[in-house]
């Protein structure tokens, strides 16, 4: 089926011009001005509106036992919610335990997603332990199309992997080209920190971010950093939510390492004042690393707006408010994570954009190019070009409205940026040419997303 998108915008990470998009066969084949196109095509009028290239969220989590529980999403909830927001691809965690095997669980979280996404995906592989399985099981799963890894040094005993598992994953991803995300926290710091204020009596989420301060943060990243450079492996920093860390990741780009940093909206937009509420209020807003001080969000746009910080994804991980209630006698309890999948490209626009902190070509970048360049996507998506994918996104700056569980796809009982208003929405969002989302609404089909298979490049 073919589409005609006249007299949009056209808004990539380095142009900016009007011209009318023709697609056949899931593809961008002309970009012009005045397209004819033979009869038969939609024809999608974009006057007054930005064309943006599809957004990719380069960090969520959909099927995650984690915490004594699960997640709430599916894939199809979540495809939906990402769509609707502009978010045409995503690339999902794969986590097991260090308990599981790593081949078995790569294999079912690709049976989670296949047939139920409605946008295009992929994995990151986690690797939580280094054993004599790991290496030729991670050569498999890299032959089968995933070309990045995912350590955490946070989570002992759980997902976390210790320095010598880390050295070995970052030595074998170099040989295999492969970039390593990683979400760094000093575990030991915070399983002390943790033991020590439960001590004291101090249970509620208001002791979450003490458990685990800026300096514990800035030294995962300054560890990974130090690894990275000694193993000459790329890597990727994941939820960077401060500016102690930033100053780690800086130091070490400014040494050459190749390390690459993404924040996530909820540290951007949300703050620790947030998680001191009592009771469920706070656990709503539990996620680690923690809410910080509004002061470290300056920081953050500022490094993103000069391309200091790569990318901006959501660590989207929607527990609802009786999962949070499992730590309602310790903080130490409560699942972490906080949605955002849907709220992104709106939040970015609205709070960065349209507030003169983000120029509208290095929001694109942030929000879409950058993570298919890194994540070895680009030029199949990430731009507007011919011979591109036709995932785009008609947007609408001119629409005003307001964030609301009541209005949310996200399957979850509450919305952690509710009642924060938005300038602008996707009011069209295709994937490979198929219309999924018009005027705000899901239209498209449910099983419309195919795993997205990706070659090594960080050689
Ligand atoms: O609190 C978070 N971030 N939950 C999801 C797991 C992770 O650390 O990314
Ligand atoms: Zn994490
Ligand atoms: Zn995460």
Redesign the pocket.
Known sequence: MALLIKNGEIVTADSRYRADIYVENETITRIGQSLDAPPGPEVLDAAGKFVFPGFIDP?V?IY?P?MATF?KDTHETASIAALIGGTTTYIE?C?PSRQDDALESYRLWKSKAEGNSACDYSFHMSVTKFDANTEAQLREIVRDGISSFKI?L??KNF?GVDDGEMYQTLALARQLGVIVTA?CENAELVARLQESLLGLGKTGPEWHEPSRPESVEAEGTNRFATFLENTRASGYV??LSCEAALKAALAAKERGVKIFVESVVPHLFLDKSSAESAGLEGMKY????PLRDKRNQRALLNALASGLIDTVGT?H?PFDREQKLLGKDAFTQI????PGIEERVNLLYTYAVARGNLDLHRFVDAASTKAAKLFGLFPRKGTVAVGSDADLVIYDPSYHGTLSVSTQHTNNDYNAFEGMEIDGRPSVVTVRGAVQVRDGKFVGARDRGRLLKREPLHF
């Open positions: 960090h989590h995650l984690f997640a965690m986590c955490f946070a989570y997902f979400h994941v939820h539990v996620m680690s690393p660590d991980c699942p972490n994570g906080i």
